[in-house]
């Protein structure tokens, strides 16, 4: 940027001067060789730019400027990102019915070395820990009992981990002073390590998460992180992983992390990685046959609990079988809510299930069909669509949409396969669509304009010429350009600022000069699309650099050739090309292309904030989340 900003305006001023006192005779060429440095310093700028954003997208963002402010600054700044996060996490809270009508009973146990470090490191002497508790004893838990906030939290899938943590952060939140850590939660399957420092993870996960805002970065130790999910990560990954926070935060510094545990003692179990230093673990415990029925029989209609009469006997009589076992997680036991309890459907179908990996999967398959069932479209309900036992009302309301489940179904399992663990987004989206398709119906498009528009001002041979230049440059910049844009306002503002600078070197060359109207506009023309291209960025400034080459070239060897008509079909390229080379174009063919094979619908935003209020999904920022990771797995295998 610094070579375009400075370089170029200084070869301009000697091409203008040679152009002055030698005329036509040796213009052209000097104009080539001037064309060509433009073109050669635009395709490292754009080469540069698209470096960049490659780097923010990784979250290599490099050393962040977190210079000390004073203290009522960095008060502030936590104290903005505190509120974000609890309303991030409150209204998740209300979404999921973790209180209505009241909590379900999880409790865990301690887990002592190996699975967590030495006692000595987590409390300075030998003795163990009595972790021991219940669902609303964490936060008390943690910081009465451990002198760090450092814990591992384990559990099989849907024992409730991120629940948990989910209570644990809001606890943090209610009790926190103003000079306290802000608890965050950051999913580990948005995190690559191979290719991603931590640090910048983080801070890209604040952004995309919280919608934090990187002018004014908080100091990591600020922060209370809560890591959630190591087990959703690749196996290949996860010893990086665990590798990286160890050397990243010293074992002073508050972080909790979650994971299944058949996952995490393989990881800590291999060669390279060990326990999180200085981290005492705790298991959650499965929920038993009676806080099972008590459940059951508070989520349910008065009127309909004769129906369960049948599973009630099959749990009191067994309490250690199958049964149990299938609905001894509350993801389980929350499925069933949805399914049975809250469904006139007849629960003595779960007596028909005798292995409990059968059951868990009727449960999940049954989520969508119940949540999408025409009796979830009404008004008045909680935030999945079916009555609240406690009474209360929703902060929220479903809208009334009326998607069929059989195609609701359809179009989870696609996001399922296509996004798998990443958030969920429609401007998304577009990587759906190969690039080369982009690439060839952009090129063709841009090819087209600038060829129409140059063969009327030049003549055929320039119009398929610089058409063909024009098409090609779209395909290949499309096909490997960054899917980000600059924001409307700002393409405006340097479009505004071209046609002035434009006018006003005309003005001083035609009559402060006292040149030719054909030589101050070719003079104008250029000094205007250098300065595009020093607003501009990606295929945009490649173009101009390809244009500035063929109008100047042409006008100095072609008189006959209007220079009004030159410069009007130049500019008729350019914002021909900014506007099909814009990113919501792009979108917008996604969206069509997956519409009309009946992928997704038309409407894909309202579908995510639908599914969203159903229940189905989860927001974190501007991403959605499958509810649970087992039900997007269900959706990904289940078609």
Request: aromatic letters at 8%; hydrophobic letters at 50%.
């Given at each position: 940027?610094?070579?375009?900003?400075?370089?170029?305006?200084?070869?301009?001023?000697?091409?203008?001067?040679?152009?002055?006192?030698?005329?036509r005779?040796?213009?052209?060429?000097?104009?080539?060789?001037?064309?060509?440095?433009?073109?050669?310093?635009?395709?490292?700028?754009?080469?540069?730019?698209?470096?960049?954003?490659?780097?923010?997208?990784?979250?290599?963002?490099?050393?962040?400027?977190?210079?000390?402010?004073?203290?009522?600054?960095?008060?502030?700044?936590?104290?903005?990102?505190?509120?974000?996060?609890?309303?991030?996490?409150?209204?998740?809270?209300?979404?999921?019915?973790?209180?209505?009508?009241?909590?379900?009973?999880?409790?865990?146990?301690t887990?002592g070395?190996?699975?967590?470090?030495?006692?000595?490191?987590?409390?300075?002497?030998?003795?163990?820990?009595?972790?021991?508790?219940?669902?609303?004893?964490?936060?008390?838990?943690?910081?009465?009992?451990?002198?760090?906030?450092?814990?591992?939290?384990?559990?099989?899938?849907?024992?409730?981990k991120t629940?948990?943590?989910?209570?644990?952060?809001?606890?943090?939140?209610?009790?926190?002073?103003?000079?306290?850590?802000?608890?965050?939660?950051?999913?580990?399957?948005?995190?690559?390590p191979?290719?991603?420092?931590?640090i910048?993870?983080?801070?890209a996960?604040?952004?995309?998460?919280?919608?934090?805002?990187?002018?004014?970065?908080?100091?990591?130790?600020?922060?209370?992180?809560?890591?959630?999910?190591?087990?959703?990560?690749?196996?290949?990954?996860?010893?990086?992983?665990?590798?990286?926070?160890?050397?990243?935060?010293?074992?002073r510094?508050?972080?909790?992390?979650?994971?299944?545990?058949?996952?995490?003692?393989?990881?800590?179990?291999?060669?390279?990685?060990?326990?999180?230093?200085?981290?005492?673990?705790?298991?959650?415990?499965?929920?038993?046959?009676?806080?099972?029925?008590?459940?059951?029989?508070?989520?349910?209609?008065?009127?309909?609990?004769?129906?369960?009469?049948?599973?009630?006997?099959?749990?009191?009589?067994?309490?250690?079988?199958?049964?149990?076992?299938?609905?001894?997680?509350?993801?389980?036991?929350?499925?069933?809510?949805?399914?049975?309890?809250?469904?006139?459907a007849?629960?003595?179908?779960?007596?028909?299930?005798?292995?409990?990996?059968?059951?868990?999967?009727?449960?999940?398959?049954?989520?969508?069909?119940?949540?999408?069932?025409?009796?979830?479209?009404?008004?008045?309900?909680?935030?999945?669509g079916?009555?609240?036992?406690?009474?209360?009302?929703?902060?929220?309301?479903?809208?009334?949409?009326?998607?069929?489940?059989?195609?609701?179904?359809?179009?989870?399992?696609?996001?399922?396969?296509?996004?798998?663990?990443?958030?969920?987004?429609?401007?998304?989206?577009?990587?759906?669509?190969?690039?080369?398709?982009?690439?060839?119906?952009?090129?063709?498009?841009?090819?087209?304009?600038?060829?129409?528009?140059?063969?009327?001002?030049?003549?055929?041979?320039?119009?398929?010429?610089?058409?063909?230049?024009?098409?090609?440059a779209?395909?290949?910049?499309?096909?490997?350009?960054?899917?980000?844009?600059?924001?409307?306002?700002?393409?405006?503002?340097?479009?505004?600022?071209?046609?002035?600078?434009?006018?006003?070197?005309?003005?001083?060359?035609?009559?402060?000069?006292?040149?030719?109207?054909?030589?101050?506009v070719?003079?104008a023309?250029?000094?205007?699309?250098?300065?595009?291209?020093?607003?501009?960025?990606?295929?945009?400034?490649?173009?101009v650099?390809?244009?500035?080459?063929?109008?100047?070239?042409?006008?100095?060897?072609?008189?006959?050739?209007?220079?009004?008509?030159?410069?009007?079909?130049?500019?008729?390229?350019?914002?021909?090309?900014?506007?099909?080379?814009?990113?919501?174009?792009?979108?917008?063919?996604?969206?069509?292309?997956?519409?009309?094979?009946?992928?997704?619908?038309?409407?894909?935003?309202?579908?995510?904030?639908?599914?969203?209020q159903?229940?189905?999904?989860?927001q974190?920022?501007?991403?959605?989340?499958?509810?649970?990771?087992?039900?997007?797995?269900?959706?990904?295998?289940?078609?």
């Amino acid at each position: 940027m610094v070579a375009t900003s400075i370089l170029v305006p200084f070869i301009a001023i000697a091409v203008v001067v040679l152009f002055v006192s030698q005329g036509r005779e040796y213009a052209d060429q000097w104009a080539s060789i001037f064309s060509f440095v433009v073109t050669a310093l635009v395709a490292s700028a754009a080469m540069i730019g698209w470096l960049r954003q490659r780097a923010k997208r990784r979250g290599d963002l490099g050393t962040l400027d977190v210079a000390e402010l004073g203290a009522d600054a960095v008060a502030a700044h936590a104290e903005r990102l505190a509120v974000k996060v609890e309303q991030v996490w409150k209204s998740e809270e209300l979404r999921q019915r973790l209180l209505d009508p009241e909590p379900l009973p999880v409790s865990w146990r301690t887990i002592g070395p190996p699975v967590s470090d030495h006692w000595r490191v987590i409390g300075d002497n030998d003795l163990p820990i009595d972790l021991d508790g219940s669902l609303d004893d964490l936060y008390h838990t943690i910081h009465t009992k451990l002198p760090r906030t450092r814990l591992v939290v384990l559990g099989e899938p849907g024992a409730g981990k991120t629940s948990l943590v989910m209570r644990f952060a809001l606890a943090c939140l209610s009790a926190r002073e103003q000079a306290g850590p802000v608890p965050v939660i950051l999913r580990l399957s948005t995190w690559t390590p191979s290719n991603q420092l931590i640090i910048g993870w983080i801070y890209a996960r604040l952004v995309e998460d919280y919608g934090y805002d990187l002018a004014e970065p908080l100091s990591l130790d600020r922060l209370l992180l809560i890591l959630d999910g190591l087990d959703e990560m690749p196996a290949s990954e996860r010893e990086q992983a665990l590798i990286q926070i160890n050397a990243a935060f010293s074992a002073r510094y508050p972080l909790v992390l979650t994971s299944r545990t058949a996952e995490y003692l393989a990881t800590i179990g291999s060669q390279q990685a060990d326990v999180l230093t200085a981290a005492a673990a705790i298991e959650i415990k499965p929920l038993d046959a009676a806080a099972i029925r008590d459940y059951l029989t508070i989520t349910t209609k008065p009127a309909r609990l004769p129906e369960w009469s049948n599973v009630f006997a099959e749990l009191t009589a067994n309490p250690d079988g199958e049964l149990a076992h299938g609905l001894s997680t509350p993801l389980a036991l929350s499925l069933a809510r949805v399914a049975y309890a809250e469904r006139a459907a007849n629960p003595d179908h779960l007596l028909t299930f005798t292995i409990r990996r059968d059951l868990e999967a009727h449960l999940l398959n049954e989520l969508v069909p119940a949540l999408y069932s025409g009796s979830a479209s009404h008004h008045g309900r909680n935030p999945s669509g079916y009555p609240s036992r406690s009474g209360r009302s929703s902060a929220y309301e479903q809208p009334n949409l009326a998607w069929r489940p059989d195609a609701a179904h359809h179009w989870l399992s696609f996001l399922a396969r296509h996004f798998g663990r990443r958030g969920i987004s429609s401007l998304e989206l577009i990587d759906v669509v190969p690039p080369w398709v982009y690439g060839v119906i952009l090129g063709l498009l841009s090819g087209l304009c600038a060829g129409t528009a140059f063969d009327v001002a030049a003549g055929p041979a320039w119009g398929a010429l610089l058409g063909t230049a024009m098409a090609i440059a779209t395909f290949v910049y499309v096909f490997a350009q960054d899917r980000r844009e600059p924001p409307p306002t700002s393409q405006v503002m340097s479009w505004i600022a071209t046609s002035a600078f434009f006018v006003f070197v005309f003005g001083l060359f035609t009559m402060g000069a006292d040149l030719r109207a054909d030589q101050g506009v070719v003079i104008a023309l250029g000094a205007a699309l250098w300065l595009q291209v020093t607003l501009s960025r990606g295929l945009i400034a490649l173009q101009v650099g390809l244009l500035d080459m063929a109008v100047v070239h042409t006008a100095v060897t072609r008189p006959s050739v209007s220079p009004e008509t030159l410069t009007l079909a130049a500019l008729v390229t350019i914002l021909a090309v900014s506007v099909l080379s814009a990113f919501r174009l792009r979108l917008l063919l996604a969206r069509a292309m997956l519409a009309a094979s009946g992928q997704l619908p038309w409407r894909v935003a309202t579908f995510l904030d639908d599914g969203y209020q159903r229940g189905v999904l989860r927001q974190v920022g501007d991403l959605y989340y499958f509810r649970h990771d087992l039900l997007r797995q269900q959706l990904t295998h289940k078609e």
